[in-house]
């Protein structure tokens, strides 16, 4: 029978920051509230902290500001656990890169011990009995001690035995060389975090070299397969087969039914088509119907005599030209041509007023 | 009989005079004014006794206005429903802030403490906030599902892409910007002017870094930057909304609120560009053909607006603005405040003299 230091009273004194990484590290035992941090009511008895000596150990030392007591008392455990513990601290310690390959479990108790020391948690008494403890052992399913083997599940929960073997094998940051009180307090913050991150990095790691490397390599695999099905169906959808377009020129009726329109008619017979055919003085042309502004459709009032938008008042003679509203240009007009006595206009070609293509000869039938 | 005749006569003679007084700029200059007397006078305004009396007031006339057949016929379509809404909570809302910045104003000069003094209104998300938001959400689902099975959808024919309908309105909240489009540029109205109000809203607090009024309500403190705001929310939105639905009929004229919707009424406009006026009435001849030459009078105007303006009013009006802000946030608050108050002077200047374009520069989309 060897002996063991185990936690039976677990206490916070005054000056907590409320930081959360004892919630973190032994989220049974300590709870942080919305001003300091308490102990939870189970975890005053001795047999709730005895197998969660490790975790509260932990707790103690990543705390910031060192407000985490604790004390321990000496209890027997069965030999053959520390040395089963002992073994599997080894071979995990083998487990570590770092590590040298074979490095026996009585070198790697003092390294922790020194490390502890220096990090300045000797400071007080119950830190003292703290670094003498070893730490947390692996699992060994033979062990019969209730405590040791909730300890062992707590230790396995927390990143198993590469967990371990990273205390035992001496992986250790810059900051754990220093004496946290001489360090600044973003500093102190800085190796508690440093703490969270190596625990984190020994989980992830093993996972991803394992079993989630497949699990990774399907996703990106969907992933990838979405992507170029849906660019290809964007594809698709962007140049279909056939495309439905009304053919640009439309056949408005013979030549001579324009012809016979009193100068300052507007023949609406084609608005569906998006034209107005008009009469002036001297020519036959055909209107864009929509408006310049926004691009409405004006009404033609025929008392008026002009074309009046219904969405914001603008106002076009009947040749076009505006004078009323807000829409700063004249209508526009279409192409059109005589094909044997019929009067085709051609909408994919316009001509604009202000840019002087009223005058082009393709823009009006001269009467 | 005789009496009822009278009434009758009479009534038809005042709805005359209102419909009236609604041509737009007698309308428009009537809402400045009250919003100025409202602001001189907040605090006898906003009393209880006489904010209650505006209210019943202005409800009995919005309800005999009913009776009216054409004006009947605006506030029951569906889609203005929410235009009588937000009247009466505009009116409602304005009257709390202005109400608790007198009585804090008042205060202030008597040395007692604030309204807002002491005051704890911190509360918490569970369960305070998301109890409200709760509630909020069951009460506004329910009003929406009785709202939409009383008034139906206000769906029209099958869409035609060669008619619009006339008048062809905005949503409800959107005809302010809709009003903008008569007396801008598209560009103008559709894209820079929302988005300076957006922009200049969030560039606010960095513009204006004087913490009086942080926290709790007071008008006397900052009177020129609320009523600025007050002018800007409730002269250029919220009564631009009332001109889109209660004033703008077919083919996008003006009518009075009891005005019949005459479809063929007619309406005589003639806008004429800056350069209209200028080179043909005052010089008496054509237009030039280049047109660097032809916009030569908006340019002066407009830049001297946008860049003569301010350096003047940094020395004069706004010197004690100039003094305490600096430059370069001068430079952002009055371009920010030349824009807002180009809207009234472009709209006024419509309405009178049948302005179209200051710059219009057609042959490059460039028109203010």
Partial sequence: MATKELVTKVWIEEGCIVCDACETTAPTVFEVLEDTCIVRPAALEAEFTKPLTQDIIDAAEECPVDVIKFETAPFEVAEEVVAAADAAEASAGADAPEAPAQKPAAAAKPAHAAKAAASGAAKDQAKTAATAKAPAPPASEEIG??????????????????????????????????????????????????????????????????????????????????????????????????????????????????????????????????????????????LNIICTHLGCIPNWLANDRKFLCPCHGSGYYYTGINFQGPTPRPLERFRLSVVDGIVVVDKSKKFQYELGQWANPESFIAV | METLLLAESTAESLKGVINALCEPAPFFIISCIALIVFLVGYRTFTRPAVALTIGAAFTLFYIISAFDPNFAAIIKKPDNVPITIMMFSVGFCTWVAFRQAAINDERMERGEPLIEAGSD?????????????????????????????LLRAPLEQPADPSVAPNPAKAPWYFLGLQELLVYFDPWIAGVLLPGLIIVGLIALPYIDRNPRGNGYYTFKERPFVIST????????????????????????????????????????????????????????????????????PGVFLMGGYFFILPVLLAFTVLRKIYRQVGLIRYAIAVMLLLWMALVPIKMLARWTLDMHYFLAVTEYFFNI
């Fill in chain 2, 229 to 296: 705001f007050m002018f800007g929310w409730v002269i250029l939105w919220v009564v631009l909304i009332v001109f889109g639905t209660f004033l703008r009929g077919p083919n996008w004229n003006f009518f009075g609120p009891y005005e019949f919707w005459d479809l063929h009424r007619l309406a005589a406009l003639l806008n004429v560009n800056v350069a209209d006026i200028f080179w043909v009435r005052w010089m008496g001849r054509g237009l030039p053909d280049d047109w660097m030459l032809r916009e030569l």
């Fill in chain 1, 145 to 286: 001690d209730p405590a040791m083997q909730a300890l062992l599940r707590a230790a396995r929960s927390r990143g198993g035995n590469a967990a371990i073997a990273r205390r035992a094998g001496g992986v250790s940051s810059p900051l754990d060389s220093k004496d946290p009180d001489e360090l600044p307090p973003d500093a102190r913050f800085a190796k508690t975090l440093d703490a969270a991150k190596k625990s984190k990095e020994a989980l992830t790691r093993r996972e991803v070299m394992s079993s989630s490397a497949a699990a990774m390599g399907l996703g990106w695999g969907l992933f990838a397969t979405t992507s170029v099905g849906s660019v290809v169906a964007f594809q698709r959808f962007m140049m279909p087969n056939a495309l439905e377009e009304p053919d640009p020129r439309v056949r408005v009726g013979p030549v001579s039914k324009y012809m016979e329109m009193a100068p300052g008619e507007v023949n609406e017979d084609f608005k569906p088509r998006g034209i107005w055919m008009i009469r002036t003085e001297d020519r036959i042309a055909a």
């Fill in chain 2, 121 to 149: 209104d911190k509360v918490l998300v569970w369960p305070d906030l998301v109890y409200t938001e709760l509630i909020a959400l069951t009460l506004c689902t329910a009003v929406l599902i009785v709202w939409a099975i």
